[in-house]
């Protein structure tokens, strides 16, 4: 297996790229832990980066660099009732070590399409088939959960999906993941305020007003 360089990495020279074009003179990058996917290209890394604002200043050293992830929020509704229910994706998370709920979620390299990234988590973490162009964008443009130490950006989508109230339940205690990327995954079927009650990343939390405002379902935004 050849393993990518970081600077042939395109997360990373995308990165590069629009610091510079912002204004940023890199003058070193050393780097201290680089984690690789099992096909040997980089996934993330981090980095120490002497850099020189536009102002003359240093700006703050420390870089995870992540590159771009997609997230999605899956919404079944009821063909009778049309009550909504989303699936969320239950895994341990070292942020404080717990297990946490999330919505489907990857990430999303510079060369990538995110829409089909999007799609492919979807099938890989509940299970649903579900095609790119079926997503709706939530965000257009860029947005950075976390700007002081990391280049991570989001891409929010959601899809809609009219079921029987038992398949929609068959979503639910899934076990689901991909263990090369270390991923033991439980599925959940909720209502989104109890959603809203689980979850605690703060992207979880924002899609969830993001999709509300889409579909115009403002009571629903009350409840959260």
């Known amino acids: 297996m050849k ?3 970081l600077a042939d990495a395109p997360k990373y020279r995308f990165w590069k790229q ?3 074009t912002n204004g940023l003179i890199i003058n070193k990058i050393d780097e201290f832990y680089i984690r690789r996917r099992h096909n040997g290209e980089v996934l993330f890394a981090m980095l120490e980066v002497d850099a020189n604002t536009p102002e003359g200043d240093k700006i703050p050293p420390a870089l995870f ?3 771009h992830a997609a997230s999605v929020l899956v919404c079944l509704i009821d063909q009778e009732t049309k009550d909504k229910y989303v699936v969320l994706v ?3 998370r070292i942020c404080d070590g717990s297990h946490t709920y999330e919505h489907p979620a990857g990430m999303v390299d510079a060369s990538d399409d995110p829409q089909e990234v999007a799609a492919r988590e979807v099938g890989e973490e509940i ?4 095609k790119p162009e079926e997503l709706t964008k939530l965000n257009n443009r860029l947005w950075f959960p976390s700007t002081g130490t990391s280049d991570e950006a989001m891409h929010y989508f959601f899809v809609e999906r009219e079921l029987p109230r038992q398949q929609i ?3 639910h205690h899934k076990d689901m993941g991909v263990a090369s990327e270390l991923e033991r995954i439980t599925t959940a079927v909720t209502t989104l305020p109890e959603a809203h009650k689980l979850i605690t ?3 979880g939390l924002l899609i969830h007003f993001l999709y509300l405002h889409a579909v115009g379902d403002y009571d629903t935004m009350k409840l959260l």
């Open 18 to 20: 629009q610091a510079e």
């Open 3 to 5: 393993k990518e360089s």
């Open 201 to 203: 990343n703060i992207n």
């Open 127 to 130: 299970g649903l088939d579900v």
């Open 169 to 171: 339940m068959d979503f």
């Open 65 to 67: 660099l992540k590159g």
């Open 90 to 92: 239950r895994q341990r």
